[in-house]
């Protein structure tokens, strides 16, 4: 098992910055890439940026630009640096973990608890 620890959250006004972290434990060598996803009130839980263990990242479009995806060298923590946060940012941000799919997409064994992100005018 992998277990996944997100801190960071808060509020922050609109274009303003946050940075979430997530630490890794557990069996680590189960997974290849760690990432962060989204969801919104009424919402489907979204992709936001997934990195690899080979640092090679992907970033949803409406993020692209104001969204950083990092981790340190030991490969067990995560960082989302997320500047110039707009209203339509809100949502509980979950840290995942998984191996990547020979399509190149992010398969999520592991999921984090989850840390609020609130954007206000």
């Known amino acids: 098992q992998v277990q996944l620890v997100e801190s960071g959250g808060g509020l922050v006004q609109a274009g303003g910055s946050l940075r979430l972290s997530c630490a890794a434990s557990?069996?680590?060598?189960?997974?290849?890439?760690m990432g962060w996803y989204r969801q919104a009130p009424g919402k489907q839980r979204e992709l936001v940026a997934h990195i690899t263990n080979n640092d090679s990242t992907n970033y949803a479009g409406s993020v692209k630009g104001r969204f950083t995806i990092s981790r340190d060298n030991a490969k067990t923590t995560v960082y989302l640096q997320m500047n110039s946060l707009k209203l339509e940012d809100t949502a509980v941000y979950y840290c995942?973990?998984?191996?990547?799919?020979?399509?190149?997409?992010?398969?999520?064994?592991?999921w984090g608890l989850g840390t609020q992100v609130t954007v206000s005018s």
């Open positions: 995942a973990a998984g191996k990547m799919t020979f399509s190149a997409t992010m398969e999520v064994n592991y």
């Open positions: 557990g069996s680590i060598f189960r997974i290849n890439v």
